[in-house]
């Protein structure tokens, strides 16, 4: 892993450490995220391998990741103090954000130090057929993170009744 890298996940897990503490959704909060991964995947995310069951790792690790962003977003508070809303992360939610993080991390540190045999073997034995439909399944899998936990923290700001910006959404201060 490179510096980015680290630096990246740091960041991401930071967004949701600092929602401990609480803090208004904007634009930007809601967006950032999002961008920061996708500029990620724009980095790393050549091809999407859809040969042997590169597809079938891919989308285990979309639907995981999925399923921990839509859980870290379900289990953050969100509340609307007068036209604005207020996101508060617990301990849970924090948990799931660093576990799908610390899970790719891990991957990679793995294999970096000792581990590609073995990812090798489980590959040619499972017919995955490169490290490409690796990054890419992880890759994957990230987006759907935090686009999932992102989408919840919207629904959950507009069903507060706090009021969401122009541009084809209502207006808001939620987003200001």
Known sequence: MTITDYLMNIALV???VLQIRGHKITVVRLVVPIAMTVWAASQFLATIPTAGNDLVVETALLVAGSVLGLLAGFVTSVCRVGQTAFAKAGATA???WVLGIGARMAFSLWVSNGGRPTVERF???HHITSG???VAAFILMALAEVASRTGVMYLKAV???AVIPRGGLRQSSVLA
Do not use: I
Request: proline share 0%; no cysteine; charged share 15%.
């Open 123 to 125: 590959s040619a034995l």
């Open 159 to 161: 069903r507060s009744g």
């Open 14 to 16: 930071a967004l949701v």
């Open 132 to 134: 490409e439909a690796w």
């Open 94 to 96: 924090a948990v799931l």
